[in-house]
């Protein structure tokens, strides 16, 4: 089966949903990942969840295109945060067809954290969703061996892992743990590259996660050598660069995005 790829929508949040699907299937790409909550006061936010025209209008672009929706984000379980208040985002995500919803776990209780990402996990399987644990570094759940701990704590049959190749790079998480993991826990990973010198700071951490990832092959990731760890799943493309979309236009930087990536794979 020929490799799928998803256009994340942290690549391209300037558009809408409906402007997403539509350049994402010019360009090629078999699926979006949609952005259904505002994970920062200051991004574009597209309400989905309470908007009937724009659920209407994505709903009907994704059947003009034939595109379907991969993922959607974010969960974002903090101390402050009950998983019962993402139940509309997974009923609007499972109603665009959506498989999966990502989940970070950026609360210093590891034991409320995993209590509250089983009961998230027991709510989205009502929608039929995975729910896909990310470990950004900068979150209290940093690397891959904190994630497999909570994974393995749930053993809830719907609980994935998400790699994304920048968050693993940065928490200086190991191939050999990665090779390790059932198959069945991956469903999907984020594909991009990145300046091989981590940054020192949190501004500059999060600096090169929102603002200036590379394309696959133009930055010093170990990407290939973590592809060959995990199973065949499908890639979405996860490359927020401000300057380069400016410069290129979103149209083409998306485009971009993927032929650079297919060209790097060999696919």
Known sequence: MAQQYSLAHLTALSCSPPELIRI?????????SLRMTAVTTDEPFYPLITDRNLMAETKSTLVDTGMAVLDIELARLDAETEPEEYEKVMERGAELGARSIIAQLPDPDRERATERFARLCDLAQQFNLSVDLEFPSWTETPDLRTAIQVIRAVNKPNAGMLIDTLHFDRSAS????????PAHWFNFLHLCDAPSEHPSTLDGLLHTAREERFYPGEGGLNI?????CVPPVPYS???????????????EYVRQALATTKKYLGH
Do not use: Q, T
């Open 174 to 181: 190991r191939l050999e743990e990665l090779k390790e993991l």
């Open 224 to 228: 290939k050598d973590v592809l060959a």
């Open 237 to 251: 493309l996860e490359i927020p660069n401000v300057h380069m979309s400016k410069e290129l236009g979103v149209e």
């Open 24 to 32: 994402a299937a010019k360009a090629g790409y078999d699926f979006v």
